[in-house]
């Protein structure tokens, strides 16, 4: 069927092949899957790779990009994990009376899948649902990635196109020894931040993080130290809950992030 395809169609046949599979997929199995040959499956993932739709891994194949997880982000209420992550969400908006954000890492990126405004703030603060920024940049990005295993973080920092902030490297010290991340205008201007890892009770990796976002004029640093003990409790109620829905298999969790486009997409 696969050798059939028009271009276009092989392209997304392809990606519909590998998001099939457990990840990451070497050149060979997702062939197989798809049905092409592998000189066709080959320049399908690499017009895929060029677009952010899929991330090639080395010499462990391909896995589902972080573009594609946007995307999926946008297309459906993905009612199971609202039902999940809103409660927590909308607690920690509303004490902190701020808007708060959940991101789940892709590859070298966090989308943020799902947003929270305070009860009587109806203004939103920071990035929209589906919004995909660096590991590098911001304080979603930063306090997952000061918490990724050393041989992952050097991959996002070797990532090409990946921005790499003066002093990153001693920011996500300090956010290993703080357990928190802040920001400033860094993504957003005007707009200042704080954020905490969601770690997979299994392993202890970060499968994301929730992040608390506002005007400068009212979250200046002092302020945001202050909603430490809020956001930590929020982590702490929603981490092993969010690690469940996420699935088994924890060691190949970070892999099987991008996967999680079935999982978001209505049932």
Do not use: W
Not at 57 to 65: E, F, K, N
Not at 66 to 95: D, F, W
Not at 170 to 181: H, I, K, N, P, W
Not at 241 to 248: D, N
């Amino acid at each position: 069927m696969g050798e059939e395809l028009s271009g276009p169609a092989r392209v997304l046949h392809v990606l519909e092949a590998l998001a099939g599979l457990e990840q990451p997929a070497n050149l060979d199995v997702v062939a197989a899957e798809a049905g092409l040959g592998k000189s066709k499956t080959y320049r399908s993932l690499r017009v895929l790779q060029e677009e952010g739709y899929v991330d090639h891994v080395g010499r462990s194949g391909y896995r589902i990009g972080s573009r594609a997880v946007a995307l999926s982000s946008l297309i459906g209420p993905r009612p199971a994990l609202l039902r999940l992550a809103r409660p927590t969400m909308a607690r920690l908006a509303a004490e902190a009376a701020e808007t708060t954000h959940l991101h789940l890492r892709s590859g070298t990126h966090r989308v943020v899948i799902l947003s929270e405004d305070p009860p009587r703030n109806p203004e939103r603060q920071g990035g929209t649902v589906g919004e995909r920024s660096p590991l590098t940049s911001g304080c979603g990005g930063t306090s997952i990635l000061a918490f990724l295993p050393a041989e992952q973080a050097r991959e996002v920092l070797r990532s090409a196109g990946t921005p790499k902030p003066r002093g990153l490297r001693a920011r996500l010290s300090r956010v290993r020894d703080t357990g928190f991340a802040l920001s400033f205008s860094d993504n957003h201007p005007a707009l200042n931040g704080i954020a905490a890892p969601l770690f997979d009770p299994e392993d202890g990796s970060p499968i994301g993080s929730i992040s608390i976002a506002g005007h400068e004029s009212r979250l200046p640093e002092r302020v945001l130290l202050r909603l430490v003990d809020p956001l930590r409790a929020a982590c702490a109620d929603l981490a092993p809950r969010l690690a469940a829905f996420l699935g088994p298999n924890s060691s190949a969790r970070l892999a099987k992030l991008d996967v999680t486009v079935q999982n978001l997409l209505p049932g």
